[in-house]
């Protein structure tokens, strides 16, 4: 807020600008005090301070009452130019305006004091609230896996000769289960902290993004839905982070392939501009609740009552790469229903099939 | 050999190599990873990248100064950077923690093959491919492919370092000479072209894989 960065200027900076405006204030008061009376001019005074008060601290506030009161004295209340006041009417005006602009001055800057402290508490609470959620997820994210583990490692040790040879191939492949998802979990948790702990630099280089397709499905846990990826031909080469992208792309559609039922379809799209490249993933899912869209890409939101394996940090991830990128994501429900990502890169784009060097 | 420092790592490592027939000595730290590979070089040593006393990085510069076997960098993900650099000093291979076994063991008899310098083949064959560097010729199922000068030069690097990582950098020094490392769009335009002349389907490549951020691997 402008109020806010002025406030934090050093005092005398504050003093200075203050003086500044009442002054000006004044001098152009001077000029047309045969247009306005003096009386008039008070009122055109008190707006300063009025103004000043609402964006200064308390001691440049009072200066200007001070002065202006003085000012006002000084240069137009008859007879000039002395801080003589001839008629009781006028003795009254003066203290009246004098105790005004001292009370609107304290009152302007307490109320100012007192929001802002509003807004520090909820800002706390707030805060509090986050901590809350992310360590609820978190224990819970973390926790499932390695309970699961645990269980069945107890299970497969002590109840060995009980459990028949599926039940333990059974208990085998939940362990190995529980060891990816607390892998993806652990991994979204790094890259997280990666992300907000500002080191994360992209580095742009080329690629080739039929490669780049093929390194993100080869990256997805088995799925029952088909996947199709649509590419310009011939496809460009992009600057880009590819490593960035890639992740990007892979968590989309993890959750697609997750939220969506089965056997449905997934589309990947790549789409090339001259300065950009955007990247569409679409799915026949049920798509999001309307009042959900703005919300899915914050930090440990998930939708109510969303299926267990998600960690509530893939979309915020999505989001905080693509702004590493300086890109764009958006969210929209398909008119045929389900859910399209859009997300847009600024890149260099590069048609070179032939080289110059064969 | 394995130097690692996390005794967990050293027990499932031993556990699935002893089990696979390979004998296999075990160093906590850098330190006694160097003397005991001194003492009784092994055929292979697994190396992970973040040591307590000193980094694996130091530790294999040290290694290939008379060491030179396989080496196989053991890193964690999502550290591209550190596996191009031990690539670049000499690692024969790279594995992310965690590693399916089935994969450490592919990589371990690759690494292993690949002590034994081949002498000097002329003619390297893989699946229905077959490269003949003399009569600079690559043959797909008996037929001749035509290829540039610069797509064999590239087949010809490719094909005398089967189941080997090249690092980008590595190649374009190798093709392009030095001078020519920041380019890595010509790589990838030549990539993309031998791939739609070598591979059944170019989408799904089986003889130049790409190793995401790190390089391309020929099989």
């Known amino acids: 807020m402008a109020f806010t960065s002025i406030r934090k200027r050093p005092l005398s900076t504050q003093i200075l600008i203050s003086m500044s405006v009442v002054t000006g204030v004044s001098v152009g008061a001077f000029f047309l005090k045969d247009v306005f009376g003096y009386r008039e001019i008070a009122l055109m005074l008190l707006m300063a301070v009025s103004i000043i008060a609402m964006t200064f601290e308390i001691i440049p506030v009072l200066i200007s009452a001070v002065a202006s009161a003085l000012i006002w004295n000084f240069f137009f209340i008859p007879p000039l130019f002395t801080f003589h006041i001839n008629n009781t009417e006028d003795t009254l ?42 360590f609820n997820s978190l224990s819970h994210e973390l926790r499932t896996p390695i309970s699961t583990i645990i269980g069945s490692v107890d299970a497969l040790q002590e109840e060995k000769s009980k459990l028949s040879e599926q039940q333990q191939d059974m208990l085998l492949s939940e362990i190995a289960e529980a060891g990816e998802r607390l892998n993806r979990q652990v991994g979204n948790l790094l890259n997280m902290s990666r992300l907000e702990s500002g080191m994360l630099q992209p580095k742009p280089d080329w690629c080739d993004p039929e490669e780049l397709f093929k390194q993100v499905t080869d990256k997805l846990p088995p799925h029952t839905q ?9 496809a460009p080469l992009i600057k ?3 490593g960035l992208v890639e992740h990007i792309l892979v968590n989309l559609l993890h959750n697609a392939i997750l939220y969506t039922p089965d056997a449905t379809h997934i589309h990947l799209t790549l789409e090339t501009e001259t300065t950009s490249c955007t990247f569409i993933v679409e799915d026949d899912g049920p798509g999001f609740p309307e009042n959900e869209m703005a919300l ?33 994501v958006n969210l929209e429900n398909r008119l045929s229903g389900g859910a399209r990502f859009v997300i847009t890169i600024p890149v260099e784009i590069s048609y070179m099939n032939q080289l110059q060097h064969e | ?106 990589r371990i008899r690759s690494a292993i093959r690949r002590n034994i310098p081949e002498n000097a083949q002329t003619v390297i064959e893989t699946g229905s491919l077959q490269v003949d560097l003399v009569a600079r010729v690559v043959r797909k ?10 797509e064999f030069n590239l087949m010809a690097l490719f094909a005398q ?28 335009v030549f990539v993309r072209a031998l791939r739609k002349k070598i591979e059944d389907d170019a989408n799904n490549p089986q ?11 020929f099989a």
């Open chain 2, 141 to 150: 199922q008996e037929v001749v492919l035509r290829l540039t000068n610069t």
């Open chain 1, 93 to 134: 005006l003066f203290s009246l305006y004098f105790l005004i602009a001292l009370v609107n001055g304290v009152l302007s800057t307490k109320i100012r004091e007192a929001e802002k402290k509003m807004r520090e508490k909820e800002e706390k609470a707030q805060s509090v609230k986050l901590y809350d959620t992310l």
């Open chain 2, 1 to 106: 050999m394995v130097i690692d420092d996390e005794p967990q790592i050293r027990k499932l490592l031993e556990i699935t190599l002893s089990s696979n027939e390979y004998v296999v000595w075990q160093a906590e730290n850098a330190q006694q990873g160097l003397i005991m590979a001194a003492n009784h070089p092994p055929d292979l040593i697994l190396l992970d990248i973040a040591l307590p006393d000193r980094s694996g990085h130091e530790v294999l510069r040290e290694l290939r100064a008379w060491y030179n076997k396989a080496i196989i960098i053991l890193s964690v993900q999502n550290s591209e950077a550190d596996i191009v650099a031990a690539l670049d000093n000499g690692a024969s291979d790279y594995l992310t923690k965690p590693f399916r076994n089935a994969e450490l063991l592919a």
């Open chain 1, 226 to 234: 088909t996947i199709h990826s649509h590419l310009p031909d011939p």
């Open chain 2, 207 to 217: 003889h130049i894989i790409t190793e995401s951020g790190v390089g391309y691997r």
């Open chain 1, 296 to 328: 899915v890409f914050e930090k440990f939101h998930r939708l109510p009552h969303s299926k267990a394996g998600g960690s509530g940090l893939g979309l915020s991830i999505v989001k905080g790469y693509v702004e590493a990128m300086r890109g764009t």
């Open chain 2, 161 to 188: 370092n089967i189941g080997r990582v090249l690092t980008h950098q590595y190649v374009l020094k190798e093709i392009w000479g030095v001078g020519y490392q920041q380019e890595t769009q010509y790589l990838r």
């Open chain 1, 240 to 242: 880009m982070d590819s």
